[in-house]
């Protein structure tokens, strides 16, 4: 690969309209870099070098990508936010992917059985770098390198049984908050009276998170705001309270409105005080 001015790329298929650049991975990700001393850091700064790109938002097509570090980790979120979609059928399941999270090449041979087809559309301006097998090699002295990617595999995986337990709950509204503040979790930000989640969330999406049709999704938004337990739309969310406060009355909406009847009826039936 050869780049030109602008660090416009002149290359394989795939990267045209891109800007494509050689960095430094330390210099990109803190949180690798801290993972070596000092003088570790300086001495390694020369090899960890990678492939760096950016994409605007919009569907991307990664496979040509992931096809270049088959031999590698993988390809690395440095910035943005991407929806990964998974077909099967005439079903769709999306996993939200962010900073630090490693994309590898998709999986198949003969235990592959149903036919999935993967999309990918990135929700932010992103940036990504490519660990390739070059860079593993460059990298192999300090182990500590692979075993903070490994970790962040695993953290990902984690992740997403989360999010699959969330889909197993069976009330709607139940299902939505806690996938809400699943994702405030990383990229939320306190402000008062709860969190604020910017995040471009359409009621489609929300719904192949979290396995449920869009018009469903749309009343059962509907029922939180009037709860008041979740508020906005599009691109900014607002949690109200806490998860504490609000998960019991979701979960069990029958006893919380017997309880609120019963002391209603207790206060109404009070001997007032001389």
């Given at each position: 690969?050869?780049?030109?001015?602008?660090?416009?790329?002149?290359?394989?298929?795939?990267?045209?309209?891109?800007?494509?650049?050689?960095?430094?991975?330390?210099?990109?990700?803190?949180?690798?870099?801290?993972?070596?001393?000092?003088?570790?850091?300086?001495?390694?700064?020369?090899?960890?070098?990678?492939?760096?790109?950016?994409?605007?938002?919009?569907?991307?097509?990664?496979?040509?990508?992931?096809?270049?570090?088959?031999?590698?980790?993988?390809?690395?979120?440095?910035?943005?936010?991407?929806?990964?979609?998974?077909?099967?059928?005439?079903?769709?399941?999306?996993?939200?992917?962010?900073?630090?999270?490693?994309?590898?090449?998709?999986?198949?041979?003969?235990?592959?059985?149903?036919?999935?087809?993967?999309?990918?559309?990135?929700?932010?301006?992103?940036?990504?770098?490519?660990?390739?097998?070059?860079?593993?090699?460059?990298?192999?002295?300090?182990?500590?390198?692979?075993?903070?990617?490994?970790?962040?595999?695993?953290?990902?995986?984690?992740?997403?049984?989360?999010?699959?337990?969330?889909?197993?709950?069976?009330?709607?509204?139940?299902?939505?908050?806690?996938?809400?503040?699943?994702?405030?979790?990383?990229?939320?930000?306190?402000?008062?009276?709860?969190?604020?989640l910017s995040l471009p969330l359409t009621h489609q999406l929300l719904g192949q998170l979290i396995g449920a049709e869009r018009p469903s999704v749309s009343h059962a938004l509907a029922r939180l705001a009037e709860d008041g337990i979740v508020v906005g739309h599009g691109d900014e969310w607002h949690l109200q309270g806490t998860l504490e406060q609000s998960l019991p009355s979701m979960i069990d909406p029958v006893r919380e409105r017997a309880d609120r009847i019963v002391a209603t009826v207790g206060t109404r039936r009070?001997?007032?005080?001389?």
């Amino acid at each position: 690969m050869s780049f030109g001015k602008a660090g416009r790329a002149r290359g394989p298929s795939g990267w045209q309209g891109h800007s494509v650049s050689l960095r430094c991975l330390l210099d990109l990700d803190v949180d690798l870099a801290d993972e070596l001393d000092p003088e570790a850091r300086r001495v390694a700064r020369a090899a960890a070098t990678a492939i760096t790109f950016e994409t605007d938002p919009g569907p991307l097509s990664l496979s040509n990508w992931l096809d270049q570090v088959r031999d590698g980790p993988g390809v690395l979120v440095l910035d943005g936010v991407l929806a990964l979609n998974s077909r099967v059928g005439d079903r769709v399941a999306t996993e939200l992917i962010g900073a630090g999270d490693l994309l590898q090449p998709l999986w198949g041979g003969t235990e592959r059985l149903l036919a999935c087809e993967v999309t990918w559309r990135a929700l932010r301006p992103m940036r990504f770098t490519l660990l390739d097998g070059a860079f593993l090699k460059r990298v192999r002295f300090w182990p500590q390198v692979g075993q903070a990617l490994l970790r962040r595999s695993g953290r990902r995986a984690a992740n997403l049984d989360v999010q699959r337990a969330i889909a197993a709950q069976p009330r709607l509204e139940v299902r939505l908050a806690l996938l809400l503040w699943h994702l405030a979790g990383r990229w939320g930000k306190v402000e008062p009276g709860g969190i604020r989640l910017s995040l471009p969330l359409t009621h489609q999406l929300l719904g192949q998170l979290i396995g449920a049709e869009r018009p469903s999704v749309s009343h059962a938004l509907a029922r939180l705001a009037e709860d008041g337990i979740v508020v906005g739309h599009g691109d900014e969310w607002h949690l109200q309270g806490t998860l504490e406060q609000s998960l019991p009355s979701m979960i069990d909406p029958v006893r919380e409105r017997a309880d609120r009847i019963v002391a209603t009826v207790g206060t109404r039936r009070s001997p007032s005080r001389v």
